[in-house]
C-alpha cells in the first residue's frame, strides 16, 4: 500500500476496489493477474461526508419519487454541438435525465461544456466523471464547474482502461478511484450516482460495494447490465440485507442491429441475454424486434422492487447517432406510457 492505501498490483492504482471490469474467471480487466480485490476486499468507506444535496427539483431524482423514471444515454458525435443539440431534442421530451458518457476510444469536449450545452438544448444531465483521463485536480475543477452549470447529479467511475492500441503515450490517470469521486462530489454539493455491476467477480461482495458507496455519500446507483430481471431482483435485495437504502436504476440494453448489439456483448463487465439479442437481429425487423425487447426488459425491471427507473443503454442503431436517438426515444415513450 502506498500512502492514500492504493492496493499492489491494482493497474487502476484502487483503494476502494474492484473495478467493475474483473473477468468472469476473476483475471482483472487491465492485465493476465487475478484482480487483487478478488481474494482480498477493500477496507469498508468511513470518512464521514456533508448530507447528500436535495435533488434538482424536476429532475430524475425528484420525479422517482412518485413515478418510474427514464435516464437514457446520450450517443452524440464527439465535438459536434449540432450533432448534441438534435439528439437532446430528440431524447430529452421522453427522458427523466441524459446520461452524458466518458468513454476511453471517444474523448469530448470536457464535462462541464458538454453539460452546459446539454442543459441548453434542452435536456437534464447526468453526467459521467471517471477517473482515468483526469488526475485529482482536474477532477475538482469538474466538478466544481458541473456544480456552477447546474447538472442534476454525476455519475462517478473508476472508469475502464483504455485498451490496447487506444492512443498510445497517453498516460491513465487513477489518482483517484470511483468511490473517492463519489465522495468527492458529494462534497462539492451535487447529487451523486455511482455504477455497480452485478455479475462482475467477486459477486457475492458487489451487494455490500453498493452500501459502502452510499456511506461515500451516493443518492443512486446505476446497474449495468445483467442477463434476467430475477438477476437484478436478486442483487437489489442483497444490497439491502448489506444496508444500501437508496434506489435503483436498471439497465436496458437497446439494440436493433449487429452492431449496436456487439457492441454491448463486448463491453467489459457487461451481461446481455445472448438468446434475445439472437432472436432479435433474426427477426424480419430487428429495428421493431429491438425496440420491443428493450421495452419489455425495462417492463420486467421497474416490477423490481427498489428499482425507480431504467437506464436505456447502448447504441440502440449502428447507423449513427440520430438513428440511435430515434429507436431510443421510441423506447424511452413506449416506457413512459406502460409505467
Ligand atoms: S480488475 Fe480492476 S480493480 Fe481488479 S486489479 Fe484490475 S484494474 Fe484493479
Redesign the pocket.
Known amino acids: 500500500m502506498d500512502e492514500v492505501g492504493r492496493r499492489p498490483?491494482?493497474?487502476?492504482r484502487?483503494v476502494f476496489?474492484?473495478?467493475g471490469?474483473?473477468r468472469d474467471d476473476g483475471r482483472?480487466?487491465?492485465?493476465e493477474e487475478r484482480?487483487?480485490?478478488v481474494d482480498d476486499p477493500a477496507p469498508a468507506w468511513e470518512a464521514p461526508v456533508p448530507p447528500p444535496a436535495p435533488p434538482r427539483p424536476g429532475g430524475l431524482l425528484d420525479r422517482a419519487r412518485t413515478r418510474p423514471v427514464v435516464l437514457t444515454d446520450l450517443s452524440v458525435a464527439p465535438y459536434d454541438p449540432a450533432s448534441l443539440r438534435r439528439v437532446v431534442e430528440a431524447l430529452a421530451p421522453v427522458s427523466d435525465g441524459l446520461l452524458v458518457g466518458e468513454h476511453a476510444n471517444r474523448p469530448d469536449f470536457p464535462p462541464t461544456l458538454v453539460a452546459a450545452e446539454v442543459l441548453q438544448a434542452g435536456g437534464r444531465p447526468w453526467t459521467t466523471l471517471a477517473c482515468r483521463d483526469r488526475n485529482r485536480v482536474v477532477l475538482e475543477q469538474e466538478l466544481a464547474g458541473l456544480a456552477a452549470v447546474g447538472v442534476d447529479g454525476v455519475l462517478c467511475v473508476t472508469g475502464d482502461?483504455r485498451g490496447p492500441g487506444v492512443r498510445p503515450g497517453a498516460t491513465q490517470v487513477f489518482d483517484l478511484d470511483g468511490v473517492r469521486l463519489a465522495a468527492l462530489a458529494a462534497t462539492a454539493g451535487l447529487p451523486v450516482a455511482v455504477p455497480e455491476s452485478p455479475s462482475a467477480p467477486p459477486v457475492h461482495r458487489r451487494p455490500a460495494r453498493v452500501a459502502d458507496k452510499q456511506r461515500a455519500g451516493a443518492q443512486l446507483c446505476v446497474l449495468n447490465h445483467v442477463r434476467t430481471p430475477a438477476e437484478v431482483a436478486a442483487f437489489v435485495a442483497a444490497a439491502r440485507r448489506a444496508g444500501a437504502t437508496l434506489p435503483f436504476v436498471a439497465a436496458v440494453a437497446v439494440y436493433t442491429d449487429e452492431r449496436s448489439a456487439r457492441v454491448l456483448q463486448g463491453f467489459p463487465g457487461l451481461h446481455v441475454d445472448d438468446a434475445t439479442v439472437e432472436r432479435v437481429l433474426a427477426a424480419p425487423d430487428p429495428r421493431a424486434a429491438g425496440i420491443a425487447a428493450a421495452v419489455a426488459e425495462a417492463r420486467a425491471l421497474l416490477a423490481v422492487p427498489g428499482v425507480v427507473g431504467v437506464n436505456l443503454s447502448g447504441l440502440a442503431a449502428g447507423g449513427g447517432e440520430d438513428a440511435g436517438a430515434q429507436v431510443k426515444a421510441e423506447v424511452a415513450a413506449a416506457v413512459r406510457e406502460v409505467a
Open positions: 498490483g491494482c493497474p487502476k484502487m476496489g474492484p473495478c471490469g474483473v482483472c480487466e487491465v492485465a484482480c487483487v480485490f482502461a
